[in-house]
């Protein structure tokens, strides 16, 4: 599929997260939660949680430096 057809966040059909979420878990790693319980918090995979907190996935939601 073309990068511009693709379809990014909670638009994604398969998406278990939305933007709200996403937030939340990076507020809850910068409060010091474990990324273990907000992976079971939110029914996601620990990798996951890296990987949003990391800013590899959901990009667009990263504040503008």
């Known amino acids: 599929q ?3 057809n ?3 966040g909670s638009k994604n ?6 933007a709200e979420k996403v937030l939340q878990i990076r507020a ?3 409060e010091g939660h474990a990324m273990n319980g907000i992976a079971r918090h939110f029914n996601i995979c620990r990798p996951t949680v ?3 907190v990391t800013g590899f996935t ?7 430096a």
């Not at 959901?58 to 503008?64: A, D, I, S, Y």
């Open 6 to 8: 693709r379809l990014f």
């Open 2 to 4: 073309r990068p511009e």
């Open 28 to 30: 809850m790693f910068t």
């Open 50 to 52: 890296k990987q949003i």
């Open 13 to 18: 059909g398969n998406s278990k997260l939305n």
């Open 58 to 64: 959901w990009k667009h939601l990263l504040p503008h």
